[in-house]
């Protein structure tokens, strides 16, 4: 088993079933696990901001930064290795704030509300999600199985 | 046993502060200092100016390819000396802590994101970087290093209340503990000697809003760097973002959502190139 590292504003994509794919401490970050049974193909994205026309540079630089430019690329990465749309699952985890974040700096509400927004107007449902709160969330994707677990500091494994 | 009188022993018993870095910090605030002064204080420090040269490397710092200490004083110049001298120094304390659910270098990491973000929001607000801040920055969670064995031990109850009652970590902290970890901070940075300015920026660094006097713009500062790492997930733990956020930033700091989500971007590019800091333990 080898665990692919999916860095922060970073994709991973694989259709080797000994692979995990796994990202840490998403914060107001979001991790997206996409999988297709079929095919078997699974993709991990871990961007940290919601909308890419804030620096239009860095979004070609690093596209996965951003949920607008990063999880269009996030499908099309699959689709090479053959998954396809219709079978996709999607799977949704992090977007966290600090107590009390209604009035200002609100990154981890607006990366949830960009990445429904994008998935609502590509007739995307979400299969299942672990979203807000106040909490560090790790996610993983076993590629050979599609199963996705979400890890919270002292809690018990959560799967998605 | 009471568990504060632990926590309290467990601060007077931290290993002094290295005298090499206080040294250091007097000669340096003596304008007519001499580069050879200096660079014989550090010498004889084996440990310090191995992490001199590694850091003095860092391509944060802006220059490359330094191998002698002499080198690195003349190039890097008093400001970076100084913050390579804090690195080594503070970094020791986290080698072997543990505890919010993270290792030492995950707790250092942050430390080290903190200090980054400190320097971006005061490029922002005054044009300037302050070496202070960023002394300020890498201590700020110190007390997390006492007080980690004593979350994880008690990390159901804390959880708990955050989860089920409301409250933020530091005050479950205060609650189960019966102190929280911005406070044992700046005990040991009492303990230290560190001036009153730092120490308070720790002790307050959720909350700014309850400092009475002194310089407090300096705590709201270190008090974004945090809140911004934390969202950033830059060494998040299990207290997750459980703090209150204060909206008094905005006008005290004027700073603007747009400006927080730049200093984001920035933050991600400097911790890529400022990772001998981060390496160093």
Redesign the interface.
């Known amino acids: 088993m080898a665990e692919l590292v999916v860095g922060?504003?970073d994709l991973k994509v694989s259709d080797n079933p000994h692979d995990i794919l796994v990202t840490?401490?998403?914060?107001?970050?979001i991790g997206v696990a996409v999988f297709d049974p079929v095919s078997k193909v699974g993709g991990l994205i871990h961007f940290?901001?919601p909308d890419s026309t804030?620096?239009p540079e860095?979004a070609r630089e690093k596209p996965a930064?951003f949920a607008d430019t990063g999880i269009p690329m996030l499908f099309k990465s699959c689709y090479e290795l053959g998954a396809e749309k219709k079978r996709i699952l999607v799977k949704v985890a992090g977007g966290?704030?600090?107590?009390?974040?209604s009035?200002?700096?609100?990154?981890?509400q607006k990366n949830i509300m960009a990445l429904r927004k994008i998935f609502w107007k590509n007739n995307v449902l979400i299969a299942a999600e672990n979203t807000g709160?106040?909490?560090?969330r790790t996610v993983r994707l076993h590629v050979g199985t599609g199963e996705v677990c979400v890890r919270?500091?002292?809690?018990e494994m959560i799967k998605l | 046993m009471k568990t504060m009188d632990r926590i309290l022993r467990s601060i007077k018993n931290i290993p002094a502060f290295p005298a090499t870095a206080q040294k250091v910090a007097a000669v340096m605030g003596n304008p007519d200092y001499s580069i050879t002064h200096v660079v014989n204080i550090i010498k004889f420090d084996a440990s310090i100016t191995a992490n001199i040269l590694r850091i003095a490397n860092s391509a944060y710092f802006g220059v490359r390819r330094i191998s002698s200490l002499h080198d690195a004083v003349v190039f890097l110049g008093q400001e970076n000396i100084v913050r390579a001298i804090q690195v080594s120094g503070i970094s020791k304390y986290f080698k072997k802590a543990s505890g919010y659910g993270l290792n030492g270098p995950e707790l250092w990491r942050h430390s080290v994101g903190v200090a980054l973000m400190t320097q971006i929001i005061s490029r922002k607000i005054s044009g300037r970087e302050d070496t202070k801040l960023f002394t300020a920055g890498l201590l700020h969670d110190i007390g997390k290093v006492i007080l980690g064995e004593f979350v994880d031990d008690s990390i159901r109850r804390i959880n708990g209340l955050v989860n089920d009652h409301g409250y933020s970590f530091i005050r479950a902290e205060e609650e189960v503990l019966g102190m929280n970890h911005a406070e044992v901070g700046g005990k040991m940075a009492q303990q230290w000697n560190f001036p009153q300015d730092i120490r308070d920026s720790i002790t307050y660094h959720h909350r700014p809003d309850l400092m009475e006097k002194g310089e407090n713009l300096f705590c709201w500062i270190i008090y974004l760097a945090d809140q911004v790492c934390l969202m950033a997930g830059v060494g998040g733990g299990a207290d997750g973002l459980a703090y209150w956020g204060l909206k008094d930033v905005i006008e005290i700091l004027k700073i603007r959502q747009k400006d927080v989500e730049m200093g984001i971007i920035e933050l991600l590019k400097d911790l890529e190139s400022a990772k001998e800091l981060i390496e160093i333990i």
């Open positions: 922060v504003a840490y401490a998403l914060g107001s970050c940290m901001l804030l620096d860095k930064m966290a704030s600090i107590l009390e974040d009035n200002y700096f609100r990154i981890g709160k106040n909490c560090n919270i500091p002292g809690e």
